[in-house]
């Protein structure tokens, strides 16, 4: 069974930087394309970013929103993948998902992580 | 790129059929079939009930339909049950190794 578990989630003050965490376990993590996806209060969810698998080259692809302030990185020896958020901005707060989207959809989510910030 | 446009609410009475709709751009949804749904309950995770404009994951029951014309996408729920009140997001490939959600439509049965 697939299982991802985020963390890292809390209370930032604007410019501030997060960093989010997502270990996976139940399929072969370094094959594994893995995805962010936020979503913010009362709103849709929005694509951050993905990671593909390594044997898919493990390039990264960025949203536009977030290009240059969030990276995102991956650990395959802990099964984990990464969002680095800096530059915090109020319009940031949402719960963080990190997904494993095993075609152009998202099949699997984790349970998300709140992220706020505020001063 | 904005966000794909769903009406905010829909609603309909048990055994009834709704639809929904998702209007993207000849970028997005008109260019590939790659329209996907989500359901989601109050304080839960997005749970995807359609893929590949009118493919089911395993479990979803085919009272949940999709389809797409132009640069339209929709889903229909024939059979209404209580259960089907929730938040619906459709989202779409957008090219580029880019994905783009709706805003999400707010199902009552009522």
């Known amino acids: 069974e697939v299982q991802l578990v985020e963390s890292g989630g809390g209370l930032v003050k604007p410019g501030g930087s997060l960093r989010l965490s997502c270990v996976g376990s139940?399929?072969?993590?370094?094959?594994?394309?893995m995805a962010w996806v936020r979503q913010a209060p009362g709103k849709g969810p929005e694509w951050l970013g993905r990671?593909?698998?390594?044997?898919?080259?493990?390039?990264?692809d960025y949203a536009a929103a977030v290009k240059g302030r969030f990276i995102i990185s991956r650990d395959d020896s802990r099964n984990r993948v990464y969002l680095q958020m800096n530059s915090l901005e109020i319009e940031d707060t949402a719960v963080y998902y990190c997904?494993?989207?095993?075609?152009?959809?998202?099949?699997?989510w984790g349970q998300g992580t709140l992220v706020t910030v505020s001063s | 790129q904005s966000a794909l446009t769903q009406p905010r609410s829909v609603s309909g009475s048990p055994g009834q059929s709704v639809t929904i709709s998702c209007t993207g751009t000849s970028s997005d949804v008109g260019s590939y079939e790659y329209v996907s749904w989500y359901q989601q309950y109050p304080g839960e995770v997005p749970k995807l009930i359609i893929y590949?404009?009118?493919k089911w994951p395993s479990g979803v029951p085919d009272r949940f339909s999709g389809s797409k014309s132009g640069n339209t996408a929709s889903l229909t729920i024939s059979g209404l049950q209580a259960e089907d009140e929730a938040d619906y997001y459709c989202?779409?490939?957008?090219?580029?190794?880019?994905?783009?959600f709706g805003g999400g439509t707010k199902l009552t049965v009522l």
């Open positions: 989202c779409s490939f957008a090219g580029t190794n880019f994905w783009l």
């Open positions: 990671f593909r698998g390594r044997s898919a080259g493990g390039t990264i």
């Open positions: 997904c494993n989207p095993t075609g152009n959809f998202f099949d699997y």
């Open positions: 139940g399929f072969t993590f370094s094959e594994a394309w």
């Open positions: 590949d404009v009118n």
